[in-house]
């Protein structure tokens, strides 16, 4: 595996699967399903995990 340009289009998805309560893996799945980006389970969890931190910095800041 080489390395993926994360796009906008990628990335909005993943946060939309992620909120949907689907799993690294399944999103993975769904991302090659359809996009073709061939993305590993590690890769999409480290992604989700990298938007949770960023939300819970912003809510901390409202706050």
Same mark, same amino acid.
């Given at each position: 595996?080489?390395?993926?340009k994360w796009t906008d289009e990628?990335?909005?998805r993943v946060a939309e699967l992620g909120k949907q309560g689907l799993s690294s893996s !399944?999103?993975?799945q769904k991302l090659f399903d359809e996009f073709g980006v061939n993305l590993s389970r590690r890769t999409v969890s480290r992604y989700l995990a990298l938007?949770? !931190?960023k939300w819970t910095i912003f809510i901390q800041s409202v706050k």
């Amino acid at each position: 595996m080489g390395y993926t340009k994360w796009t906008d289009e990628y990335k909005n998805r993943v946060a939309e699967l992620g909120k949907q309560g689907l799993s690294s893996s !399944k999103i993975a799945q769904k991302l090659f399903d359809e996009f073709g980006v061939n993305l590993s389970r590690r890769t999409v969890s480290r992604y989700l995990a990298l938007i949770l !931190k960023k939300w819970t910095i912003f809510i901390q800041s409202v706050k």
